[in-house]
C-alpha cells in the first residue's frame, strides 16, 4: 500500500523567499503527524501545498503513489483528503448546515436525498445534528468547527488536514472534536498550538522552523501541574 502523503525536497517561494525549503517528509497510512512551529513558519502554506492549493516551486508532492503537479492529479486525489481550514467562515458558504455538510457528497455524485442522509449521519457522529436546519453564519464559533469537521467526515476521507482544530472552540464542542478525532482511523496531520491537544491526539510531531521540518518529541514536564510539550530532538 502507498502511503497517503509523500513529500520530497519541496520548496515554496513567496515574493523571492522561500517559505519551504526542500521539505521531505511521509504521513504513512494510519499515522496521527503533528507539525508545530512559530507563527509565520509556514504551516499553513505547508498543507495547502499538499492539498494542490499552493504549488511547490520544487520537489514532488506524491498523493497515494501518483506524484502530483497539475489541478487534474491533484482534483482526483482530493475527494480522499479531507482539509480542515484554519477559519471556518473561509469553509462554510451554504445557507444551511445540513446543505453545507450536503455539499461534498452531492459533488461527487450521490443523489440529495442519499447525500442528506449522509451528512446527516455525519452530524449526529459528531453529536450535533440538532443544528441541521440552523443557519450555518449565526452558529457559534465552536459549532461552526464541528461542522466543518462534519462536512470533512461526509467524504469519508483517508487523510484529515487539520489547521488549528482547536481555534474558537469552547470546552463542550472542543471535547465532541477531540471524541470523533480519537475515533477515525484514517491518517491524520494535524497543525497546532494546543499542546494539550497535540499530545492526546498525535503519535509523531515535527517543528516546522526556517523552513524546514525537524524532529520533534512529546512529552510532559512536571510542573505544580502537568503540561504536554512539544520539543525539537537533540541532533
Known amino acids: 500500500m502507498n502511503d497517503p502523503i509523500v ?56 498523493l497515494f503513489g501518483e ?18 481550514f484554519q477559519d471556518s467562515d473561509d469553509q462554510l458558504f451554504c445557507p444551511t448546515v445540513i446543505e453545507d455538510v450536503s455539499f461534498g457528497p452531492l459533488n461527487i455524485g450521490h443523489e ?27 452558529l457559534s464559533g465552536g459549532e461552526k468547527r464541528l461542522v466543518c469537521l462534519a462536512g470533512l467526515f461526509a467524504m469519508k476521507p ?21 471524541d470523533a478525532l480519537n475515533g477515525y482511523t484514517g491518517a491524520m496531520m494535524l497543525v497546532s498550538h494546543d499542546s494539550a491537544f497535540v499530545a492526546e491526539l498525535a503519535s509523531r510531531a515535527l517543528i516546522l522552523e526556517d523552513g524546514q521540518l525537524k524532529p520533534a518529541s512529546i512529552h510532559s514536564h512536571a510542573h505544580t501541574h502537568v503540561h504536554p510539550h512539544v520539543h525539537a530532538e537533540d541532533d
Do not use: W, Y
Not at 513558519?41 to 498543507?47: D, H
Not at 436525498?113 to 449565526?138: M, P, T, V, Y
Open 7 to 62: 513529500l520530497d525536497g519541496v520548496t515554496v517561494a513567496r515574493d523571492g523567499k522561500a517559505v519551504l525549503h526542500d521539505v521531505s517528509m511521509t504521513l504513512a497510512a494510519g499515522e496521527r503527524l503533528a507539525i508545530v512551529g512559530p507563527n509565520g513558519a509556514g504551516k499553513t502554506t505547508l498543507l495547502r501545498t499538499i492539498i494542490g492549493l499552493e504549488r511547490a516551486d520544487a520537489g514532488t508532492v506524491r
Open 112 to 138: 440529495a436525498k442519499d447525500a442528506a442522509e449522509i451528512a446527516q449521519g455525519a452530524l449526529d457522529r459528531l453529536g450535533i445534528g440538532h443544528l441541521a436546519d440552523r443557519i450555518s453564519h449565526k
Open 67 to 84: 506524484g502530483c503537479e497539475s489541478e487534474k492529479q491533484f482534483r482526483t486525489h482530493r475527494p480522499r483528503i479531507g482539509f480542515l
Open 158 to 178: 483517508d487523510v484529515l488536514l487539520l489547521d488549528e482544530p482547536t481555534n474558537g472552540i469552547d470546552a463542550a464542542n472542543g471535547q465532541r472534536l477531540r
